[in-house]
Structure formats: C-alpha cells, structure tokens
C-alpha cells in the first residue's frame, strides 16, 4: 500500500512569513508524528498525535509552531512568523496505533527561510 | 529523556566488507529501529527490534535489551548501502529519540 507522503517536498519562505507542511499517514494509522532534522543531526521529536487529539507536543520548540489533525487522518503543521533557524527537513511519521509500534516515515519537506 | 550513542560515528568501507555498528542506550526500552537514510534523505525503515536478532538479506540486528545495546551487522557491503544508519528508541517517555547516526561510505 501507500506509504506515508508529504508535501510540498521543498517549500523556501521569506523571513516573518506563514508556512503549512501537510502530512498523509498510512490508511489505518491512528498514530502520527512530526520530527524535524537539522543537517548532520538525527531527527527530533515535535508532536505526537493518537487520533484528532494532540498526545504529546511537548516537543514543538515555541508557541509560533502548531499542528493538527482534524479528522485523524491528515495532518499539518503550521509554523507562523518563521525565522531562519526555523530552516530544516521536516518529517512526519505514523505507525498502526502507538509509538511503541513501528514507524514509518514519508519523504520529509525541506524547509528554506530566507 | 534517554540518551542514545551510535559508534563509529563514520565508516568506510571497501566493497565486499563486513562491518558492525553499535547502538548504546541509557534506560529501557519499548520499541528499538534502525533505519537507512539515503542520500535523499528517506528513512528507511531496517528493523524493528526491542530485543532478540533478526535477519533481512545482508543485513542483521540483535538486540541485547538488558545490557543496554543493539547491533547492526552489513555483511559483503555493497556501494548501495552508502548513507547514514540512525537508531532510535522509545522509552517510558513514549517519544522516538534517534542517535547521531553512523555515517557509511562504501567504496567500489
């Protein structure tokens, strides 16, 4: 079946400007998450969804970053006035029920903040 | 939060060789991968393995949950398995913390 996918792949912004990352999990999936990657490091964790609610977001770095999930499926993350350490690949995963499962992760979106 | 070591932190390897790369974790674990991460930058998903040993191909992991360690062995490497191997592990936090990643480059 489909894996997970994201989009747009690469998005470039200007300083102080809105972007939104969509993420589409695997069909079935209850569970989705959002990690972020700065070059030459492991991913981090931001969020993680179990259903429409958010589990845990103690990983989203402030309160210009937020994400949901409106129906428990699809999911995006938004990031407002962003800055240029806000430049990075940003992945989202999902996994059949808890991150105790397997996860999965789609192609990322990199992130470019002029 | 738990703290995950990946040793070397690079390798080189001439094609053709075997090599094994560590995983150290600092508390218990519910759920242990390992992926791939190619020069595009995909996650690929090697193994699910909190404990015991698994074989895929070339490719094998264990996982020895009470000391604390994981292996991923590469055997008759090939230029194709050039990229950047993670670790990552859940604990009691239930967050899916990666290691530094080791660094592979497979020369023909």
């Known amino acids: 079946g489909a894996g997970v996918s994201q989009t747009p792949s690469n998005k470039v912004t200007e300083k102080g400007k809105y972007v939104e990352l969509r993420c589409d999990p695997i069909?079935?999936?209850?569970?989705l998450y959002w990690y972020r990657q700065s070059l030459g490091q492991g991913p981090e964790f931001l969020i993680y969804f179990q259903g429409t609610g958010a589990a845990d977001d103690s990983g989203l770095p402030n309160d210009r970053f937020f994400a949901v999930r409106p129906e428990g499926s699809v999911s995006t993350l938004k990031i407002q006035r962003t800055e240029r350490g806000d430049s990075a690949v940003y992945l989202c995963?999902?996994?059949?029920?808890?991150?105790?499962?397997?996860?999965?992760f789609g192609p990322g979106t990199r992130l470019t903040v002029l | 939060g738990i703290q995950v070591e990946q040793s070397p932190p690079d390798l080189i390897l001439q094609e053709g060789a075997n090599s094994t790369l560590r995983c150290n974790f600092s508390?218990?674990?519910?759920?242990l991968q390992w992926f791939h991460q190619n020069p595009w930058g995909q996650l690929i998903n090697l193994f699910y393995?909190?404990?015991g040993t698994k074989q895929n191909g070339r490719l094998s992991a264990t996982t020895v949950a009470t000391e604390r360690y994981s292996l991923l062995y590469i055997s008759s490497s090939q230029t194709t398995d050039s990229g950047v191997y993670f670790c990552a592990v859940v604990s009691s936090d239930y967050k899916l913390s990666f290691g530094a990643g080791t660094t592979v480059t497979v020369r023909a």
């Open positions: 393995i909190p404990s």
């Open positions: 508390d218990s674990v519910n759920n």
């Open positions: 995963a999902s996994s059949l029920m808890a991150p105790t499962d397997t996860q999965y």
């Open positions: 069909s079935g999936h209850t569970a």
